[in-house]
């Protein structure tokens, strides 16, 4: 059974940090490209941020970020724990959502997590 558990949400004030983790379960985690996305009241689902797989010359992967977020979101991944993350710095009001990660390697292979809520307000 795959798993994907969100964590690290909660309440912060305006220019605070908060760091998300997403725990995957049930997948071959390395294989996956691992994204987070955010949903607004009464908005549509956003993509926030993406971390490819590592490529398999050299290690390394590539990242990814919505423009609202750039320079403020750090993605990162850490396979031997199967775990991603998500550092957001300089939190705006506007960045309150429920956050959602997103594991994918096929269309048949895409999954989702339930979502933490993060709030920015003061």
């Known amino acids: 059974q795959v798993q994907l558990v969100e964590s690290g949400g909660g309440l912060v004030q305006p220019g605070g940090s908060l760091r998300l983790s997403c725990a995957a379960s049930?997948?071959?985690?390395?294989?996956?490209?691992v994204a987070w996305y955010r949903q607004a009241p009464g908005k549509q689902r956003e993509w926030v941020a993406q971390i490819t797989t590592s490529t398999s010359t050299d290690d390394t992967t590539s990242t990814d970020y919505a423009d609202s977020v750039k320079g403020r979101f750090i993605i990162s991944r850490d396979n031997a724990k199967n775990t991603m993350y998500l550092q957001m710095n300089s939190l705006k009001p506007e960045d309150t959502a429920v956050y959602y990660c997103?594991?994918?390697?096929?269309?048949?292979?895409?999954?989702w997590g339930q979502g933490t809520q993060v709030t920015v307000s003061s």
């Open positions: 997103n594991a994918i390697r096929s269309r048949r292979m895409d999954y």
């Open positions: 049930g997948i071959n985690f390395s294989l996956y490209t």
